[in-house]
C-alpha cells in the first residue's frame, strides 16, 4: 500500500466537488472510502471519529466549512458572511479538546473577511474552497518538517514508544509522531516502534499498527499497561507521541493515557516528546489545567467494538485526553524545530523566532 | 446475587463426586457453572483462565490432584504415590507464574507422604480428598482475614483503585484485594473503588466491576490508561492490588500492568497495598527478577474477544504478569496482618513471628 492510498481526506472536483475521506471506524478490517458532501456529513465524521487526529480536524473544519457555505443563497457579502459565521459555529461544536478545529475555522473566517469588499459571493465561495486546499497542502509540507526535525532525536538502533494515532491518519498523511519514524526509514535508519493499544477505541492497534506494519516499520504492539514494564525491561529509548493542543507554557494535551506514559518515562529517564505543528498551540492558555477535556460515552469502555465487556449498566469514567505537564516533556517538534525542556518562556521565543504569530493561535 | 451464589469453584459429594466451576470466560454476560472431573479437565480449566486468580489456582491445584489419583489402578502405596507425582507434574505445567499452583500441588504430595505407611490405597484417595476440602476451607478463612486486617488501610471516604481481579473469583470466595472492600463494607464504611479494566482479558471490567457492582460497592471502572490521570486529579487515595507471586524481599509479581500502577502511585503520593495469603510467598527467590513470567497468545491483543482489533499477523508482546518492586509497595496485607515497607527482613520477620514455615513456601 503506497503513501498515496492512505492519504485521510482529500478534496476531488471544483467547488460543487466531494470530500474523499477514509472511515477509520472501519480499519484495519476494511479500507473504506467515504463521501462528505454537507456540513452535517463531516460534523458527524469529526464526532463518531471516522476522520481524527488533530491536524486532520483543522483539515476537516476548513473543508467542512467549504461544504456548508458552498450552498448559501446569500446575493450580498454581508448575508453571505452571516452564514459562513452560522457554519463555522456549528462545526465548533463537534469535539471540544482539539484546538486545531477552532484553528481551522477561524482561518477560513479570517481569510474570508481580509477579502476585498467588492468580491462577488461565487468568488468568496470558490477562494474559501481554495484556502481549504491550501490548509490541506501545507499540512502536508508541515508534517515533512515535522518528521525532518523529530527523525535525529530517534539514534540507529533504538526504539520508540506511541501512544495512540499521531500519523498520516491523524493529519492529511504523513502524520505527526509518526512522520518521525517514516523520516527515520526514508533516511534508511535502523530503529523499531512500540505501538501501545490505546483504550478505549484502540486507536493505536487499529490504525498506527496498521500504518506502522504497511510501511514494514518494525512494531510491536502492547497493550496500554505493558508500557511501563516494557520500559523497566530497558527496551525503550525514546518516546513520541502527538497533541491535540498545548498550551503557552508546553503543557501538551493528547489522548487519554500520554500522561501516564510521561510519568513512566520521566521514572525511567526515557527522554518524552511531543511532536505538533505550531497551529496545535494555544497561547491564550498559561498553563493545561485550562484545556477542556472531552468526556466520552461510557459504552466505549462497556462495550467496545462488539458485545459485551462489563457489567451493562457499571459507573463509567471516560475522559478522551489528558494533559502531560511541561515538566515531563523533553521536547516539542514543531516544523520549525525542536523546543528543549519547554516552559512559557521557550514556546514565546520558538514563536518569535519563527515569525510565527501566538495571536493567531487562539 | 448472593455471595453464596458466586462461589468460585467447590466440590459436590463423596470421592466420586464433582469440581463444580465458575466458567469465568464467559462472564459478566453468562453465569455458567460447569463440572470439571478429570485432571485433563483442570489443566484445560487453569490454562484458559476459566478458573483464575493466584488463590483459586492454589484451590484448583488440590483438587485437580484428587481428581487425577482417585481413578488410579494402583494396589499399593508405592505405585500410588508415582501415580501421584505423575498427576502433580502434569498439573504444574498448566501455568507458570502463581506459586500457589506449586503451593498446592507440593501441600497434597506432602499430606499423602505423611500419611501411615499401611494407610489403603482407597483411605489414601479419601484423605487426600479431605486435604482438598480443607484448603478451600482454610482460604475462605484466610480471605475474610485479610479483610479483617486490610480494611483500616481504607478510612472512610477515601477511593481505592484496584487492577484486575483479586477478589471472589480469585479465591475460593470473598477475595484478597477486593476482600478489603468487602470487610469494608460490612463495617459500614464509605468508600468507593476505581476498577482498571485490565487488558488483554478485561478481568478488571468483567469480573471485578461485575463483583463489585453485584454487591452495591461504589465502583467506577477505567481504562487502564486512565489511573494516572485519577490519581493526578485527586480521586484515588490508596490502591489495593493482589498477588500472584511475592519474592523474599518483598517484590510482588501480579497481573500486567500492576508495577506500571505502582510507579503511578508512587509519582502521587498514593499508598500501594499488596493483599495476599501468605501462600503466595516464594522464600525460595531473593527478588523478583528471579520469577518466571508467563508469556501468552499474542491473539488475545490482536483479536479480543471477538472481531480484529489489529492487523492479523502485527508483532505482540503480551506477558501476562509483572513485578512490582517492594520500594513501591507501602505494605503487604497477609492473614496475619501488615508487612509495612517490606523488605527481606521485615517479610522473614513477619514469617517467624506467625508461625508459618518459609521452607514451605516453595
Known amino acids: 500500500m503506497t503513501q498515496q492510498e492512505t492519504r485521510t481526506l ?26 462528505v458532501t454537507t456540513q452535517e456529513e463531516m460534523w458527524d465524521a469529526i464526532k463518531r471519529l471516522a476522520v481524527r487526529g488533530a491536524p486532520a480536524i483543522g483539515v476537516s473544519a476548513a473543508i467542512g466549512t467549504v461544504l ?12 453571505f458572511l452571516e452564514d459562513l459565521e452560522a457554519t463555522t459555529d456549528y462545526l465548533a461544536t463537534s469535539r471540544p479538546t482539539a484546538v486545531n478545529l477552532f484553528w481551522g475555522l477561524d482561518r477560513m473566517t479570517r481569510v474570508a473577511h481580509a477579502t476585498p469588499a467588492d468580491m462577488s459571493v461565487p468568488d468568496l465561495k470558490q477562494h474559501l474552497l481554495d484556502e481549504a486546499i491550501t490548509i490541506w497542502n501545507e499540512d502536508r509540507a508541515i508534517c515533512r518538517a515535522l518528521g525532518k526535525h523529530g527523525h535525529p532525536l530517534l539514534a540507529p538502533g533504538e526504539a520508540a514508544l506511541t501512544h495512540c494515532n499521531a500519523g498520516g491518519l491523524a493529519t492529511a498523511d504523513y ?21 501501545d493499544e490505546t483504550r478505549p477505541l484502540n486507536q493505536g492497534s487499529r490504525l498506527t499498527a ?16 505493558m508500557a511501563g514494564q516494557v520500559m523497566k525491561e530497558g527496551r525503550i529509548h525514546k518516546v513520541f507521541v502527538g497533541s491535540d493542543r498545548i498550551a503557552a507554557n ?31 498551540f494555544d497561547m491564550t492558555l498559561a498553563d493545561g489545567s485550562l484545556i477542556p477535556i472531552e468526556q466520552r460515552d461510557p459504552d466505549e469502555i462497556r462495550r467496545g467494538y462488539s458485545g459485551i465487556n462489563a457489567p ?15 515538566e515531563n516533556i523533553a521536547g516539542i517538534v514543531t516544523e520549525f524545530g ?11 521565543k520558538h514563536f518569535i523566532e519563527n515569525g510565527v504569530i501566538a495571536e493567531e493561535r487562539v
Open 210 to 225: 496498521w500504518e506502522l506494519h504497511n510501511r514494514g516499520i518494525d512494531v510491536t504492539l502492547i497493550c496500554d499497561n
Open 338 to 348: 525542536v523546543i528543549e525542556n519547554p516552559d512559557t518562556e521557550k514556546v514565546r
Open 10 to 35: 482529500w478534496w476531488e472536483g471544483g467547488l460543487d466537488g466531494v470530500c474523499k475521506m477514509i472511515e477509520q471506524t472501519k480499519l484495519p478490517g476494511t479500507l473504506e472510502i467515504i463521501d
Open 312 to 326: 451493562a449498566d457499571v459507573k463509567v469514567y471516560n475522559p478522551a485526553f489528558d494533559v502531560t505537564p511541561h
Open 68 to 79: 456548508g457555505i458552498r450552498s448559501s443563497a446569500a446575493s450580498d457579502r454581508a448575508a
Open 175 to 195: 502524520g505527526t509522531a509518526l512522520a518521525v519514524f517514516f523520516a527515520a526509514q526514508e533516511a534508511g535508519k535502523e530503529f523499531s516502534v512500540f505501538a
Open 250 to 280: 508546553g503543557d501538551a494535551c493528547n489522548k487519554i493515557g500520554t500522561y501516564s506514559v510521561s510519568v513512566l518515562a520521566k521514572a525511567h529517564g526515557v527522554p518524552f516528546y511531543v511532536v505538533a505543528p505550531t497551529s496545535t
